[in-house]
């Protein structure tokens, strides 16, 4: 079956600028996250849904940052006032649940450049 | 608050020869994985280790984990240079979290 998907595969914003990045989970995955993974370092998670509902947003950075996933199924991570420090790939990931005990599948990334 | 270290974060290594990537972590983690990246593009999994003693390979890769020193080893077996890539480890506590890679580079 389909895996994760992401779009748009790459984007380059300017400074100050909104964007969004989507991702769609693998059908019947309940759990969906983010992590953002900057040059030469590791993901870094950001959120993550556990159906419509964010169950922990302790990793996004400030208050620029916000997703949402209206249905349960595809997700969205919002930028506003993009800055170039958010130059990074986001990774999106889905899994059954939640526990630790689900692998989580991930998706090929958005490779976001703010110029 | 679980932390993740991996070393050495760069591995230039010759082809045939043996070594290994260590990845501390800080506490209790359900599990550990093992994930592999190359340039530009996503992760893709190598290992996911339950428990205390766990030991499992794919061709010349061998992952180990001891819960009890918080330690996790990739043996990498007679590198080759299909093998070039950064490897990850990570544990969870419901989201992953990451070391900062070992870039390994496997050289003729």
């Known amino acids: 079956g389909a895996g994760v998907s992401q779009t748009p595969s790459n984007k380059v914003t300017e400074k100050g600028k909104y964007v969004e990045l989507r991702c769609d989970p693998i059908?019947?995955?309940?759990?969906l996250y983010w992590y953002r993974q900057s040059l030469g370092q590791g993901p870094e998670f950001l959120i993550y849904f556990q159906g419509t509902g964010a169950a922990d947003d302790s990793g996004l950075p400030n208050d620029r940052f916000f997703a949402v996933r209206p249905e349960g199924s595809v997700s969205t991570l919002k930028i506003q006032r993009t800055e170039r420090g958010d130059s990074a790939v986001y990774l999106c990931a889905s899994s059954l649940g939640t526990s630790s005990y689900n692998e989580q599948f991930f998706g090929p990334g958005t490779r976001l450049t703010v110029l | 608050e679980l932390k993740v270290e991996q070393n050495p974060l760069f591995l230039s290594m010759q082809e045939g020869k043996n070594y290994t990537i260590y990845c501390n972590y800080s506490?209790?983690?359900?599990?550990l994985y093992w994930y592999r990246q190359d340039p530009g593009k996503s992760l893709e999994s190598l290992f996911v280790?339950?428990?205390?003693?766990a030991v499992k390979q794919e061709g010349r890769l061998m992952a180990s984990l001891d819960t009890k020193a918080r330690l996790s080893t990739l043996h990498i077996t007679a590198a080759v240079h299909d093998l070039s890539a950064t490897y990850f480890c990570?544990?969870?506590?419901?989201?992953?979290?990451f070391g900062q890679g070992t870039e390994l580079s496997v050289k003729p």
């Open positions: 059908s019947g995955h309940t759990a």
């Open positions: 506490t209790t983690s359900d599990r």
């Open positions: 280790l339950l428990s205390n003693g």
């Open positions: 990570a544990g969870v506590r419901e989201k992953l979290i």
